[in-house]
């Protein structure tokens, strides 16, 4: 045989073993982007949605006022409490506490104000979606109860748009930033 020949015959050879390498390489590539692709499929199915991550730490303003007010009053009393300033409503409660039975300890007093103001919110809204903006953005959420303060049946002035954000806060222990 001649040079040439075992040349080309080489080169053939080292072409062939690329095409091989090339092949299985591709072949290991496809099964991986299917695996992928399964995995990205599956994984869709497993994630939490918002309303499961609010859930885990709900706005629980019912809880609240069943715990401190609803052996007394009913949600038609709370009702009332619409046109209420925030002075007002803590005086009802140290009112309240003053009454024989009431157990308000001194401590939870904040917190069942910022439940009576975040109690108005339900006239429209139920605790989910109470504990999905709790999820906004600080500045989300403002804009977001900027917005529902301005609605005609919202029962808020604009002015109270602070006590509101301070409510939700108190209601989740999250101070503000």
Known sequence: MAKGSNTQIGTLAIFGVAVLINLILSIFLLDQVRRTREQVTD???ELASKQD???????LVSEILEQRCTHCHTDQRFANLTGMTRPEVLE???RMRGHPGSNIPANEVRKIESALLVFRCMACHDEGVLSLIVLMPPEERVRFLRT???MPDS??????VGELLRAFETLT????T
């Open 92 to 94: 009802t409660i140290q």
């Open 148 to 150: 529902k303060v301005r």
């Open 155 to 160: 029962g808020f002035r604009t002015d109270q």
């Open 53 to 59: 991550v609010a859930m885990l730490r709900p706005v």
């Open 43 to 45: 994984l869709a199915r």
């Open 173 to 176: 222990d999250r101070p503000r």
